[in-house]
């Protein structure tokens, strides 16, 4: 049992950080063996196989939420700032714009003003 979960956590992980995204089999197989396991109920590893075939022939889709470009942007140190950006699409090179040029516009030295008290 703990070989099958562990193959299926590692293989999540690996994907995760491939593609930013969660594999939703796998992710199903995690929850069960988590509320399995909340339950102290043992899985069969053949119940796992089974399911694992069950969940194959299914089309599962999670909900990718949307790059933010800018945020990604802002915590890229200086280094790897020219190879992210070469790896960045035509849509995200313009979002990155336009949230360069807010932030040109936000602190522009020339659009300061001092109050007089």
């Known amino acids: 049992m703990n070989e099958y979960y562990n193959y299926w956590s590692r293989?999540?992980?690996v994907m995760n950080k491939m593609k930013e995204e969660v594999i939703p089999h796998a992710q199903i197989i995690e929850e069960w063996y988590k509320l399995m396991e909340q339950n102290n109920v043992s899985v069969q590893p053949k119940a796992s196989t089974i399911l694992g075939t069950i969940l194959a022939k299914?089309?599962?889709?999670?909900?990718?939420?949307?790059?933010?470009?800018?945020k990604e942007a802002l915590s890229i140190t200086g280094a790897e700032l020219s190879t992210w950006y070469a790896s960045l699409s035509e849509?995200?090179?313009e979002q990155y714009e336009e949230g360069r040029l807010k932030a040109n516009k936000k602190h522009d030295p020339n659009n300061r003003f001092l109050l007089k008290g």
Not at 58 to 70: A, F, L, N, V
Request: proline fraction near 5%.
């Open 11 to 13: 293989k999540e992980k």
């Open 91 to 93: 849509s995200e090179k």
């Open 58 to 70: 299914y089309d599962i889709s999670t909900k990718i939420q949307p790059r933010d470009i800018w």
